[in-house]
T-cell receptor, first 113, second 116 residues
Framework: GNSVTQMEGPVTLSEEAFLTINCTYT??????LFWYVQYPGEGLQLLLK?????DKGSNKGFEATYRKETTSFHLEKGSVQVSDSAVYFC????????????FGKGTKLTVNP | NAGVTQTPKFQVLKTGQSMTLQCAQD?????MSWYRQDPGMGLRLIHY???????DQGEVPNGYNVSRSTTEDFPLRLLSAAPSQTSVYFC???????????????FGPGTRLTVL
């Protein structure tokens, strides 16, 4: 089946630290890949996406590269801020069928000043 | 644009009660969906619709009904609430078509439901 596995949290970092959240996927087809972010008490917002192999998505200093050979889409940021504290979800979407988003379980990030 | 709106934001029900969660979007998106979010489980698809008059089941449809009479609205009905339906519910929309799987789904702010 189709699934997304992301690193378990919670993750706690100091401001300006380097962030990596690992994400790997299993898919029967060729998916699009997404990172969504959920700030406390809010809905999910798209952070970045990539729709084909070797594409790099980027936004707000975050980056992730679609690696087909390792079926991965790891999220990175060079210097996190307190305002980055949130839950991050990796997700895939496949062509056809329900075209639903298949989500990982989420990784909670807390950044301390 | 308001984007995707959901009402109510919070709701408490007793077991056996019924209610409707409202969802509306003003982006003229054909695809709309309902997810539930439970701790440690990510989001799971309940029902989805690819256009007015067309609905289908997702992975956890039991206990829920949907209808899609207009492009804008996609209400979710709980027929007889159970404690297992305590969750946060999110509505989402996106364009549809041959390249839809590359498109972003836009989420509403969510409805936090507690069933006692």
């Amino acid at each position: 089946g189709n699934s997304v596995t992301q690193m378990e949290g919670p993750v706690t970092l100091s401001e300006e630290a380097f962030l990596t959240i690992n994400c790997t996927y299993t898919a029967t087809g060729y998916p699009s890949l997404f990172w969504y972010v959920q700030y406390p008490g809010e809905g999910l917002q798209l952070l970045l996406k990539a729709t084909k192999a070797d594409d790099k998505g980027s936004n707000k200093g975050f980056e992730a590269t679609y690696r087909k050979e390792t079926t991965s889409f790891h999220l990175e940021k060079g210097s996190v801020q307190v305002s980055d504290s949130a839950v991050y979800f990796c997700a895939l979407r496949l062509r056809g069928g329900s075209e639903k988003l298949v989500f990982g379980k989420g990784t909670k990030l807390t950044v301390n000043p | 644009n308001a984007g995707v709106t959901q009402t109510p934001k919070f709701q408490v029900l007793k077991t056996g009660q019924s209610m409707t969660l409202q969802c509306a979007q003003d982006m003229n998106h054909e695809y709309m969906s309902w997810y539930r979010q439970d701790p440690g489980m990510g989001l799971r698809l309940i029902h989805y619709s690819v256009g007015a008059g067309i609905t289908d089941q997702g992975e956890v449809p039991n206990g829920y009904n949907v209808s899609r009479s207009t492009t804008e609205d996609f209400p979710l009905r709980l027929l007889s609430a159970a404690p297992s339906q305590t969750s946060v519910y999110f509505c989402a929309s996106s364009p549809t078509g041959s390249g839809a799987y590359t498109d972003t789904q836009y989420f509403g702010p969510g409805t936090r439901l507690t069933v006692l």
